[in-house]
């Protein structure tokens, strides 16, 4: 069965990197998209962008560019988000989500605290 | 201020049938298929809706999905208990090139 597995929980300082993964099993990797998207608390669902199946192109949301990075690595299945220069308003769960739209399969999620 | 409109609360009692709205434009609803998701906090989203009025396989046919215009809207009959979470429309849009969600609709069951 398809499924998305993500990294565990990161706790980041402000000004800090993070980066997140999501391994792919049960499916082609290469044949689909991965998407991104993310809820802070309190917040609602935000997409951040999408890096497509043959990481030739990737479309990141206004608000990220510059500093949101996605890439893939299709010899171990698994896709990568890399967000810098974080505040604490970047705290919140990270999901990874199988594209093109409709996004038919989630990771579980991958919650992202910044505290200092 | 999210692109796509939608009531941020709906509420039904058992068996109601209940009705989300989402509201957009001509760039985004308009133009471009709908998908709604159902989301509890501390879980995967579900996609319910796709393309409108779609439902992929599991999903119960109580779920059912329309569009009209710039508008769609989700509706849920035979309300269940376990319908009770946060329901997000969602469609692609050309103006911002870029996946755009509504603000979500907390659908509580009484």
């Known amino acids: 069965q398809v499924q998305l597995v993500q990294s565990g929980a990161e706790v980041k300082k402000p000004g800090a990197s993070v980066k997140v993964s999501c391994k792919a099993s049960g499916y082609t990797f290469h044949y689909y998209d991965i998407n991104w998207v993310r809820q802070a608390a309190g917040q609602g669902l935000e997409w951040m962008g999408w890096e497509n199946r043959d990481s030739e192109n990737t479309v990141y949301a206004q608000k990220f560019q510059g500093r949101v990075t996605m890439t893939r690595n299709i010899s171990i299945n698994t896709a990568y988000m890399e967000l810098s220069s974080l505040t604490f308003e970047d705290t919140a769960v990270y999901f990874c989500?199988?594209?093109?739209?409709?996004?038919?399969?989630w990771g579980q999620g991958t919650v992202v605290s910044v505290s200092s | 201020q999210s692109v796509l409109t939608q009531p941020p609360a709906a509420s039904g009692t058992p068996g109601q049938r209940v009705t989300i709205s989402c509201s957009g434009g001509s760039s985004n609803v308009g133009t471009k298929p709908v998908s709604w998701f159902q989301y509890v906090p501390g879980t995967a989203p579900k996609l319910l809706i796709y393309s409108n009025n779609q439902r992929p396989s599991g999903v119960p046919d109580r779920f059912s999905g329309s569009k009209s215009g710039t508008s769609a809207s989700l509706a849920i009959s035979g309300l269940q208990s376990e319908d009770e979470a946060d329901y997000y429309c969602a469609a692609w849009d050309d103006s911002l090139n870029g996946f755009v969600f509504g603000g979500g609709t907390k659908l509580t069951v009484l």
């Open positions: 989500a199988r594209g093109p739209p409709p996004f038919d399969y």
